[in-house]
T-cell receptor, first 113, second 110 residues
Framework: SQTIHQWPATLVQPVGSPLSLECTVE??????LYWYRQAAGRGLQLLFY??????ISSEVPQNLSASRPQDRQFILSSKKLLLSDSGFYLC????????????FGNGTRLTVT | DAKTTQPPSMDCAEGRAANLPCNHS???????VYWYRQIHSQGPQYIIH???NNETNEMASLIITEDRKSSTLILPHATLRDTAVYYC???????????FGQGTTLQVKP
């Protein structure tokens, strides 16, 4: 069966520090991968998605970037964190077709101080 | 992607059926209706999806109107653990990516 791993579960970082969040998927090949963010009291916002290694699409302009160095690895990064980057970050995978659901990880709660 | 409209909140008595409505009047012919829920501080959990026909699984039933402009998620016997935010989403046909709205906060009360 397929599983998705996200780490760390919680993170507290100072403003201006770098960020690296990692997500890995097991049990499937060539998945579509997604990064979502949920600010406090807000809905989920799609940040990036990837349909293959090295292929990244950005949904909103921001202080973050994403990379997919391996088929089942998706990384969310920032060179310098802002206070507004605080939130709940979720990774998800899917088969990339309309008739197949997305499956989410347990998320990383990031607090920028 | 078609836009969805859901009531912001609903209450349900424990043990009773919870019926969560969703309007998606601009849905296209090949777009699916998906339902997810998010319990506080957890990732969204997939519940069910459908295209035209009604669907049922171990978690819930999905009723889609004949014109496909609205749907209802039914939790047949709600428990306290069903308290969550429920999202109705219409998919993108190209990438399968989901665009989440504000959802319905369901409060199951004893």
């Amino acid at each position: 069966s397929q599983t998705i791993h996200q780490w760390p579960a919680t993170l507290v970082q100072p403003v201006g520090s770098p960020l690296s969040l990692e997500c890995t998927v097991e049990g499937t090949s060539n998945p579509n991968l997604y990064w979502y963010r949920q600010a406090a009291g807000r809905g989920l916002q799609l940040l990036f998605y990837s349909v293959g290694i090295g292929q990244i699409s950005s949904e909103v302009p921001q202080n973050l970037s994403a990379s997919r160095p391996q088929d089942r690895q998706f990384i969310l990064s920032s060179k310098k964190l802002l206070l507004s980057d605080s939130g709940f970050y979720l990774c998800a995978w899917g088969l990339g077709v309309a008739n197949s659901p997305l499956h989410f990880g347990n998320g990383t709660r990031l607090t920028v101080t | 992607d078609a836009k969805t409209t859901q009531p912001p909140s609903m209450d349900c008595a424990e043990g009773r059926a919870a019926n969560l409505p969703c309007n998606h009047s601009t849905i296209s012919g090949n777009e699916y209706v998906y339902w997810y829920r998010q319990i506080h501080s957890q990732g969204p959990q997939y519940i069910i999806h459908g295209l035209k026909n009604n669907e049922t699984n171990e978690m819930a039933s999905l009723i889609i109107t004949e014109d496909r402009k609205s749907s209802t998620l039914i939790l047949p016997h709600a428990t306290l653990r069903d308290t969550a935010v429920y999202y109705c989403i219409v998919t993108s046909r190209n990438t399968g990516k989901l665009i989440f709205g504000q959802g319905t906060t369901l409060q199951v009360k004893p």
